[in-house]
């Protein structure tokens, strides 16, 4: 275990030390639950259920590349297996275990579940719950032909105890780099990497070089074995999408207002800047919840660009949330298109799926 995980830089030291305390109490109370799922004392025992689980997570707060990551095991697995995925469903307005019908929407499962419903229900089942220990047990009831539960989120919920647990490292934010909240961004103690039967190594560029390796030798250091494998992977965004009318091809020519509600913006707005004639990028927290002021401030900053070519560029995951809201039918008056994104593995794409199916055989 890495004490503390606190390393104070000559760069900030006056608040790195001033926070310093809070993360100590913080360090202890997560190590102190660890401990006790780890050696199952009292209510801490982690439960286990006849279903291939496979959790993806990080270390980190803020977004890693989960969404994308779980869409990939969707389409590795849903064409030979009886897939369902399971998240918490942050942003919902509901509360408690939902298995989506044919109605779900966002306000009722949230933006990224119904990304995951959006494409590809009904081969798939969705299920929102707080408590994964109580919502698989209603899954399998409901559903018992499940085979696999692919854990949204669930890398630092202790009370199941998934078969295949994934954890994920944003390049640009690796782990072995960060702090512990409230000095860094780290959930827990750097050493919950060592529960990692598997990390993947998210948003890297195409070419990393000497990197790898030294990426590589830091990771496998918190694991506490080489035997854990290490992958690396990108990010690759496809041709924006009408959300009325997917075979309209987008004008390049356009000038275009990127509106986004995620945890990392930056690689987004980078690339549309690159690829695109951005105009401006309205940024919103992750999750946001638009109201009918949020979309008369994107609708104005749209009708000020004098460009006759124009339009509103989005994520897909927040257009769930559009596509779901009363405002939906002003969107119909003027082109709204969002990205798709899906991620890439640099190499070894073929090792990594047959870890996953190894569970399966």
């Known amino acids: 275990m890495q004490p503390f995980d606190i390393v104070l830089s000559k760069g900030d030291y006056s608040m790195k030390f001033l926070l310093f305390p809070f993360s100590f109490i913080y360090f202890l109370i997560t190590s102190f639950r660890n401990y006790l799922y780890d050696n199952k004392i009292g209510i801490y025992k982690p439960q286990e259920f006849d279903v291939y689980s496979v959790a993806v997570g990080n270390l980190t707060v803020g977004g890693t590349g989960k969404t994308p990551v779980i869409e990939y095991l969707i389409r590795l697995l849903y064409k030979k297996y009886k897939v369902a995925t399971l998240s918490r469903g942050y942003g919902r307005k509901t509360k408690g275990v939902i298995i989506t019908d044919k109605d779900a929407n966002a306000e009722q499962i949230g933006d990224e579940p119904m990304q995951f419903h959006h494409k590809f229900y009904p081969e798939i089942h969705v299920v929102v719950g707080e408590e994964r220990s109580l919502a698989i047990p209603r899954l399998l009831y409901t559903h018992p032909e499940t085979q696999v539960v692919l854990l949204d989120d669930a890398y630092q919920h202790r009370k199941v105890k998934p078969k295949l647990n994934i954890l994920l490292t944003d390049y640009h934010r690796l782990f072995f780099k960060d702090y512990l909240l409230p000095v860094g961004r780290l959930r827990e103690s750097r050493s919950g990497a060592a529960r990692a039967d598997v990390i993947v190594v998210t948003k890297c560029p195409q070419e990393i070089g000497y990197k790898k390796e030294y990426i590589k030798k830091k990771l496998q250091a918190y694991v506490n074995t080489k035997k854990v494998p290490v992958f690396f992977t990108g990010i690759k965004y496809g041709l924006p999408i009408d959300i009325f009318d997917p075979d309209l091809i987008f004008d390049f020519s356009s000038e275009v207002i990127l509106v986004s509600g995620i945890a990392q913006s930056a690689p987004l707005e980078k690339y549309v800047n690159e690829n695109f004639k951005m105009a401006t990028h309205l940024k919103f927290s992750d999750h946001h919840n638009y109201s009918h002021a949020d979309f008369s401030n994107i609708f104005n900053k749209y009708r000020t660009l004098k460009s006759n070519r ?36 640099l190499e070894n794409e073929s090792q990594f799926q047959s870890f996953v199916m190894k569970g399966l055989k």
């Open 310 to 345: 124009k339009c509103i560029l989005t994520t897909e995951k927040d257009i769930m949330k559009w596509m779901q809201s009363d405002m939906k039918r002003h969107l119909a008056n003027i082109p709204v298109f969002y990205l798709p994104i899906e991620i890439y593995f």
